[in-house]
């Protein structure tokens, strides 16, 4: 039995149990929400599209987990919660696969990095779940591609359209440079070839003249409203960037040194996580179900309807590392793993929604708007959203007063439905389309 069916578990590890200890042990039908967007409207919208011929549910289980951003603790345990792993050992990356997680399917929905506490733990706790060869999918998070970006921009000719994207990253990258240099450069002559501190930080921000040319620049490629964020969002970014770096015990050199050593760690084949950014895909269709970190736009919508998923996934692999950073970060491919729906975001109409359901895409499952009661399901421009950041990295439950351990998973199973586990909600939420009998169900029930 899986902690999906929440048949309570138990083992020989106390960490184990502290984790089902805070999982709901009862379930109930998908719950009303009203600070969801046509919330009543989508749950009957996904009950009439569930229940057509043409509606496909994934052939295997899917678990979906996302925006752990750089906490390994919550990571396992929420790969823990939905049954696809159990502990063979007290530390991190120390478990193995239930006979669940070899049948399941689990889809990473981005932002693996960022805020934290440990960006290379979860990192390393990722490539131990590769290892164990389970059946993984990474999706591209905007927090992932902002490192990225960033650090492509150290090495190229540094346009008007790129040199403010190292300081993009902003302060939450900044823990992620603090445990390289600490890691991997502490003990070792790092200052050696680094330029002095002017030079670097000539290196990393954008000059004055870039607030001025950028939005002329972007004339045509963002909306005035993007245009408009972008130059108020980097102004606050280049003037508190270096403060923050001083109150992490860095300098501007050593977050440059930093900067060179992840280079080294991401972009190298040979590096511990050069296989992070090569095995990360932007979309993942399973059934009826595309699978992304943020969102789609009119524009992805047609190049999925004409052109398929593959393709989808290998123009954001080629232009990921080979075009200009400008138009690929703004562009819609990016706008998959960063929209949310916004003024300044690349538009969904209805027309680009009946475009996406025309090419058999009835659902999308993402991560990046974060919850805090759980998943929750909506509609937007009649294209169904389950939208399934639930919080979980330590660091933001406690700026956004959330207690305990993040933890949780959604899983969609053509037995089980739809269902929403999350520490934070007294039950979890199923949702099974045309299903009739119990509206709710005990930890001592059969199954859900």
């Known amino acids: 039995m899986t902690a999906f069916n929440l048949i309570p578990q138990v083992s020989r590890h106390s960490y184990h149990n502290a984790v089902l200890s805070q999982l709901p042990t009862e379930w109930a039908p998908w719950p009303d929400d009203p600070t969801s967007v046509n919330h009543d409207d989508a749950l009957a919208a996904f009950q009439r599209r569930a229940q057509k011929k043409r509606f496909n549910w994934p052939a295997k289980p899917v678990v979906f987990i996302s925006d752990a951003h750089a906490d390994a603790e919550a990571f396992e345990a929420s790969l823990l919660a939905a049954g696809v792993i159990e502990r063979d050992g007290v530390q991190l990356c120390e478990y193995e696969l239930t006979r669940f997680g070899k049948q399941a399917e689990i889809i990473v929905g981005g932002d693996c990095l960022d805020k934290g506490p440990s960006n290379l733990m979860l990192l390393r706790s990722l490539a131990h779940l590769y290892r164990l060869k389970a059946n993984v999918t990474l999706l591209a998070g905007n927090h992932d591609l902002r490192l990225l970006m960033g650090l492509l921009s150290l ?9 403010h994207l190292f300081v993009r990253m902003g302060k939450k990258v900044i823990p992620l440079f603090k445990e390289v240099f600490d890691q991997y450069l502490a003990d070792s002559q790092w200052d050696r070839d680094i330029p002095d501190e002017d030079a670097c930080r000539k290196a990393l921000f954008p000059s004055d003249a870039w607030f001025e040319n950028f939005p002329f620049y972007a004339a045509g490629f963002l909306t005035p409203e993007g245009i408009d964020r972008e130059i108020s969002k980097m102004r606050k970014k280049a003037e508190s ?3 923050h770096c001083a109150k992490k015990g860095l300098s501007l050199q050593q977050v440059y040194a930093a900067a060179m050593k992840c280079r080294s760690l991401f972009l190298k084949p040979s590096g511990e996580f050069g296989w992070f950014f090569r095995r990360m895909q932007l979309v993942k ?10 969102g789609l736009d009119d524009n992805m919508a047609e190049l999925l309807a004409n052109h398929g998923i593959k393709h989808a996934n290998q123009a954001f692999k080629k232009n990921l590392m080979s075009q200009n950073l400008f138009s690929f970060y ?3 491919l990016a706008n998959t793993f960063r929209t949310k ?10 027309h680009g929604a009946k475009v996406a359901r025309k090419a058999g895409i009835q659902v999308l499952v993402h991560g990046h708007i974060n919850q805090h009661a759980g998943q929750r399901v909506s509609l937007k421009n009649d294209l169904i959203h389950i939208e399934a950041d ?4 330590a ?9 305990g351990m993040g933890v ?5 199973d053509k037995k089980r439905g739809l269902v929403g586990l999350s520490g934070d909600y007294p039950v979890a939420k199923v949702f099974r389309p045309g299903r009739k009998g119990k509206r709710t169900g005990k930890a001592s029930s059969p199954g859900i």
Not at 155 to 163: L, N
Not at 341 to 350: E, H, N, V
Not at 390 to 393: E, H, K, S
């Open 341 to 350: 729906y916004r003024k300044a975001d690349l538009p969904l109409t209805r």
């Open 155 to 163: 090495k190229r000719d540094t346009d008007t359209g790129s040199q």
């Open 330 to 332: 703004y562009g819609s």
């Open 241 to 243: 960037f270096e403060s």
């Open 285 to 294: 269709k399973r059934g009826s179900f595309l699978f992304l970190h943020a």
């Open 390 to 393: 639930i919080t979980l990295d």
């Open 408 to 412: 949780g998973a959604t899983l969609i």
């Open 395 to 403: 660091n933001s439950r406690k700026s956004e007063g959330l207690e």
